[in-house]
């Protein structure tokens, strides 16, 4: 995937609201590749700038400075007319689905068609294609008010879908669905990644999303890019202060534990499923306190972290370390807040 | 006291206000309308901002709407013996019924379309659909059902102000309820137009609560 070109290329930029209590940078120095294929997540906190940034991308905001290309193409060089063509190959996916609600289900699908000037009924065939691959034919004429949120979502796909677009964003698409519905559109994605090989990029603050589709994931903090790379090393080692705070939200209960010394131990891959922590137990006939322990699969692999709370002793609290070190583990003392 | 003659009267005062209304309403809405799009499409928050223009517009449509109906009646009649030819009768109470409604209308239609979610007109812009689109595609179908609701409104408030134009012998019901009713005393007369008036708002105001229902379908 490495060797392919960007299909989004995000360079220098930067988006300042003016409102009438002075401006507001909403995005600083943006730098962003983003390949064609891949699922890119970008995820932050409510504020950060996300939402801003995903709709620099199809232009529904205009940079105030940088430029966006999408599929080597300067954006800001495009007519308005030429915008709206490019759109097409862009489709989006929103929080509220946003559908149309005086349109049924194949109304809403062969919405993007007839923006696009495609004849009706090679439209409705299309549609009806799209709304068997989301799994939603027998709702076909059904109108969104009597659809669940995944169903919408599921519907809102199908119609991004129907231009062929090369990139679908997702801007929040599984923040207001239940934690199996999410599952399941997310489950969709990736399908459609795969079957399609359409570029996909989600906007999230959700770090489990990321963790469940997401092949590498930017984290955006107060206006700007704090950490990029592939989602597994993000998540085993988090560089900065931001990308703790996404990866690890857990740690601020540790500010009001006893006991100082804590160390977190970072499981890849093989050791994953080793009773290292009982084995160490057991050897220096010592108890440690687990604080907390969470383990997942990426792409296939495990991946976890456990953070204990070493003896009071320091010599054995120092030697505890150095054996979880001889083990091949990421071990790093943790001392309350990071 | 209702002789044969009353009764005539009384059916061709009916025809006028009902002819009167429709036509007002029909015209008002061919410049409410499009006014009432651009106040929303040309609005700060709109998907062509125009803020000067839309400051422009948004004084006359409240100029006008602050001149009471009969002043306006009034005011216009150069502009009605200009347009119609005459100063009398329903022809010529047309026109400032529709002056009067056609700022009424646009505000309607202005409260109606900023209804419509945002969201959905963002999701047809990453489409990329044109303003003009927009307004076609998404923000007129999607408020159709308010659109109708308004449009009860308006033609019950046309009727009304119709009724109004009995001052200048602009012909209906309203007209028959002041001559015979103010000048003559004769109250029974004025009271059955007054009946025919309330019955023909209730309809009106039923048939477009029900069609802006039947036409809803997020319910």
Redesign the interface.
């Known amino acids: 995937m490495n060797e392919e070109h960007p299909i989004i290329k995000i360079e220098a930029l930067g988006k300042i609201f003016s409102g009438s209590d002075g401006d507001f940078a909403a995005l600083e120095d943006i730098n962003l590749e983003i390949r064609s294929g891949e699922i890119f997540g970008i995820i932050g906190m409510s504020g950060a700038g996300k939402s801003t940034l995903v709709r620099c991308i199809n232009f529904l905001e205009r940079p105030t400075v940088g430029t966006v290309y999408f599929d080597g193409q300067n954006l800001s060089d495009l007519t308005k007319r030429e915008l709206y063509h490019i759109r097409q190959s862009i489709g989006m996916i929103f929080q509220q689905f946003n559908l149309l609600m005086q349109r049924n289900v194949l109304g809403n699908v062969c919405f993007p068609l007839e923006i696009a000037g495609v004849d009706k009924k090679e439209a409705v065939e299309k549609a009806k294609k799209l709304l068997s691959l989301v799994g939603l034919t027998d709702k076909t004429y059904s109108y969104p008010s009597q659809l669940s949120g995944g169903q919408k979502q599921r519907v809102a796909i199908a119609r991004a879908l129907a231009t062929n677009p090369k990139v679908l964003l997702c801007d929040e698409a599984t923040s207001a669905l239940d934690p199996a519905t999410t599952r399941d559109v997310l489950m969709l994605l990736k399908d459609i990644n795969k079957r399609l090989g359409i570029t996909i990029v989600i906007i999230t603050h959700e770090m489990r999303v990321i963790e469940e589709i997401c092949n590498r994931v930017a984290i955006i903090d107060s206006s700007r890019i704090a950490e990029v790379g592939r989602v597994e090393n993000i998540f085993t080692r988090p560089k900065t202060s931001a990308a703790r705070r996404l990866v690890f939200p857990e740690d601020r209960s540790m500010e009001n534990l006893p006991g100082k010394r804590c160390c977190r131990i970072v499981f890849d891959g093989n050791s994953s499923f080793e009773p290292v922590i009982a084995g160490m137990v057991l050897d220096f006939r010592q108890t440690v306190n687990i604080l907390f322990a969470d383990t997942k699969n990426i792409d296939g692999k495990a991946f976890g972290q456990i953070v204990i709370q070493l003896p009071d002793n320091e010599l054995t609290a120092d030697r505890m370390m150095e054996y979880l070190r001889a083990k091949n583990l990421t071990v790093e003392e943790v001392d309350g807040y990071v | 006291m209702f002789d044969p003659d009353v009764l005539t009267m009384l059916g061709r005062g009916l025809m006028e206000s009902l002819y009167m209304t429709l036509v007002s309403t029909a015209l008002a809405y061919l410049f409410g309308l499009p006014l009432g799009i651009t106040m929303v499409v040309t609005d700060k928050e709109g998907i062509y901002p125009r803020e000067t223009l839309n400051w422009i517009l948004g004084l006359v449509i409240n100029l006008l709407r602050s001149v009471p109906f009969l002043i306006l009646l009034v005011m216009v009649i150069p502009i009605t013996r200009a347009i119609v030819g005459t100063t009398i009768g329903t022809n010529a109470t047309i026109v400032p019924l529709v002056i009067a409604a056609a700022p009424f209308i646009a505000r309607l239609v202005e409260s109606s379309l900023k209804e419509v979610?945002k969201?959905?007109i963002?999701?047809?812009?990453?489409?990329?659909?044109?303003s003009m689109?927009v307004i076609t595609?998404?923000l007129l179908?999607?408020a159709?059902?308010s659109l109708i609701m308004g449009g009860a409104i308006a033609v019950t408030t046309i009727l009304s102000y119709s009724a109004m134009a009995g001052f200048v012998a602009g012909g209906g019901l309203g007209d028959i309820a002041i001559r015979y009713g103010y000048h003559r005393y004769q109250t029974d007369i004025m009271l059955v137009t007054v009946a025919l008036l309330v019955i023909i708002v209730q309809v009106l105001q039923e048939l477009g609560m029900k069609l802006a229902r039947i036409?809803?379908?997020?319910?």
């Open positions: 979610d969201g959905v963002e999701a047809a812009q990453s489409m990329g659909a044109s689109q595609k998404v179908p999607e159709r059902p036409g809803d379908k997020r319910k």
